[in-house]
């Protein structure tokens, strides 16, 4: 019994050595991601970073994801979402985060995650009238961001929000009264007023809770896909991305 386990443990180690070595020496997937404070942003506050000049909560899980897995990588934060977005899905050996995944999402992308996760609120001034539901929201005017997942939610639900290139030109609609509510995540929306030193908001109905995640072009191997959720799963289990290690998102 003990030669017969000996013999099935060594064919394990073999297959996974195997597996390992189909990845060709110099294969990489080039990542992608954007502004969107605090899990993935450029140091210098600008529209476009690569590697190192990226940082964030989500950013940091990625890259130990990818080390331990053994997997290159590159990674360039660019502008706008939108662009980025369909560029990954349509590109070979791409990948982008921090994406939810929702069911028209799942079937455009392989999935790694999740990564951390967020919730959808919707955001109004001090003085703004209290909503029950979403549905009463409908009876007003909504800032959201273009192609982002908050967006699109609400989009589905029969909401035509007034989209904009970047979330946060909500704050300034939202102060000049040219939107009534602005649909955005939470902690970002709070991470881009402390930024812009806005005051007089508050978050007025929280709607939805979704986790972020890893999307990887579906060109990618299985092999890649596997060896990073085990990576992932691994780091999870010790306490990346959760309240043990990142309080800031409790």
Request: charged share 25%.
């Amino acid at each position: 019994m003990r030669r017969y386990l000996s013999r099935s443990l060594l064919f394990c180690l073999l297959f996974a050595t195997l597996a390992r070595a189909e990845l060709p020496p110099d294969y990489k997937v080039v990542l992608l991601t954007e502004n969107f404070p605090p899990f993935n942003m450029a140091d210098n506050n600008k529209n476009f970073a690569r590697d190192k000049n990226i940082t964030g909560l989500s950013a940091d899980i990625v890259r130990e994801m990818f080390k331990r897995a053994d997997i290159k990588y590159t990674l360039t934060l660019r502008f706008p979402w939108d662009r980025i977005y369909n560029y990954t899905m349509k590109t070979p050996n791409h990948g982008l985060f921090s994406t939810s995944l929702s069911d028209a999402r799942k079937p455009l992308f392989k999935w790694v995650g999740p990564i951390s996760k967020y919730e959808s609120v919707l955001v109004g001034l001090d003085s703004s009238p209290p909503l029950k539901d979403l549905e009463q929201a409908k009876a007003y005017r909504i800032g959201a961001y273009q192609s982002a997942a908050v967006s699109q939610y609400i989009e589905r639900l029969g909401f035509t929000p007034q989209n904009a290139l970047r979330d946060q030109e909500n704050i300034r609609k939202l102060q000049q009264g040219k939107i009534d509510y602005w649909a955005t995540s939470d902690p970002v929306w709070r991470f881009y007023a402390k930024e812009q030193n806005a005051t007089g908001m508050k978050t007025v109905l929280s709607f939805h809770t979704s986790d972020l995640y890893l999307a990887l072009n579906k060109d990618i191997p299985d092999e890649v896909v596997q060896r990073l959720q085990a990576a992932l799963d691994e780091m999870r289990a010790e306490g990346y991305g959760t309240c043990k290690k990142n309080p800031e998102l409790c």
